[in-house]
């Protein structure tokens, strides 16, 4: 248990290192193209794929609110018909510059997240982008790929391990929002502070008890229990993502494949439960209808007063589930009965919650891992 509990506490402080040792220069760079954009009513259009895709779609709505006048936002991989409807028109290279061509504009800014640096549909996209006149950034990872050298400006995370890329990916996006909602204030300034105040926040997350979490994921891909993935707010980017690395780590022809389910990414079914029940019923009825004894509930708790988190909390109850709580900030109902609990030592600040929220998927990648559940 020690050792594993030491590779969750590595992470933790290496991914720690790397958000504070991101560049800063390109980061300003990005961060005037942002600014300049939104006091010129440009958009800003973002895209991603994978664990990148989910980011690109946080990035896009934190940004969206973050401060007036509103910076306008499209993420470029968030509606799963238009990646489709694109795929079936160009193929995936293309799935990206497609639709960029029809809606950019000059002066607009597309912000490219590869932690490769090298997907081709976001080199795709870049080159569409520049021939429409529009500004370029990218977010990359180990040396930056080819990306680096054909966007205008290309921030390199300070990593060599996809997760903590990917995490990096999110506290940018963090740090971009805080410095846009403080107009007044020196940005870079603001930046600098929350990127301090992230690689601190990351680096006290709870190892202990993320082990535990681990530990119990584990139990139920070995009792092949199904995983039901659920979130208020943003942390529904989290929930999406940690489902698909449920499913891909367990690739593993002598393991059981993970049975995980996001239960917040159906926007039909949880429009439909809240309009005809109410909020509080958007995912305790999919639960009653799904779930079984012995399964799991993977909570992803921004704000614990939500009616739908709350209202699940009490199906989880009722149907004899075991629960885990990962809490940006406070737990709530979900909290009260959790099997475990992992909470940040965030509460108050919703992008470091945030934060916690990507950290927190990637370090129980680990525990599981080490514990033999995953592929290493």
């Known amino acids: 248990m020690q050792a594993e509990e030491n590779k969750i506490k590595t992470y933790l402080e290496q991914t720690a290192r790397a958000v504070r040792d991101v560049p800063r220069q390109p980061l300003h760079d990005i961060l005037i193209m942002l600014q300049t954009a939104r006091h010129a009513e440009r958009r800003l259009f973002t895209l991603g794929n994978g664990g990148s895709g989910s980011t690109a779609g946080l990035l896009a709505s934190e940004l969206l609110y973050a401060g007036e006048p509103p910076l306008r936002t499209m993420c470029l991989s968030e509606s799963a018909g238009g990646l489709l409807s694109g795929v079936a028109r160009a193929g995936y290279e293309q799935v990206f510059a497609l639709p960029l061509r029809r809606l950019g504009q000059a002066g607009d800014v597309l912000l490219a997240l590869s932690g490769s640096g090298n997907s081709p549909n976001a080199l795709a996209a870049v080159q569409a982008a520049r021939g429409l006149g529009m500004h370029t950034a990218a977010l990359a990872g180990f040396a930056g790929g080819k990306l680096n050298g054909q966007a205008d400006v290309c921030?390199?995370?300070?990593?060599?391990?996809?997760?903590?890329?990917?995490?990096?990916?999110?506290?940018?996006?963090?740090?971009?929002?805080?410095?846009?909602?403080?107009?007044?204030?020196?940005?870079?300034?603001?930046?600098?502070?929350?990127?301090n105040a992230s690689a601190k926040m990351i680096a006290a997350l709870p190892d202990v008890e993320l082990q535990q979490a681990a530990t119990l994921l584990r139990q139920a891909q070995q009792e092949r229990r199904r995983v039901f993935c659920l979130a208020?707010?943003?942390?529904?980017?989290?929930?999406?993502?940690?489902?698909?690395?449920?499913?891909?780590?367990?690739?593993?022809?002598?393991?059981?494949?993970?049975q995980a389910i996001c239960l917040a990414d159906n926007e039909s079914a949880m429009t439909a439960f809240a309009n005809d029940v109410g909020s509080h019923a958007v995912f305790a009825e999919p639960l009653r209808s799904l779930a079984q004894p012995g399964d799991l509930a993977l909570f992803y708790v921004l704000d614990g007063t939500d009616a739908g988190l709350t209202g699940a909390a009490q199906a989880v109850g009722e149907l004899g589930l075991s629960s885990i709580v990962l809490a940006g900030g406070q737990p709530g109902e979900p909290g009260k009965t959790a099997n475990v609990l992992v909470q940040a030592p965030a509460a108050g600040s919703r992008w470091l919650g945030l934060d916690a929220f990507a950290v927190f998927g990637h370090a129980l990648a680990v525990g599981m891992m080490q514990s033999g559940g995953f592929i290493g």
């Open 155 to 195: 921030l390199v995370a300070p990593s060599q391990n996809m997760m903590q890329i990917e995490d990096v990916f999110a506290v940018i996006g963090s740090a971009l929002a805080a410095a846009l909602s403080q107009p007044q204030a020196n940005p870079d300034a603001v930046m600098d502070t929350y990127l």
């Open 232 to 258: 208020d707010g943003a942390g529904i980017f989290f929930a999406t993502h940690m489902v698909n690395d449920l499913i891909k780590y367990t690739l593993r022809p002598d393991l059981p494949r993970m």
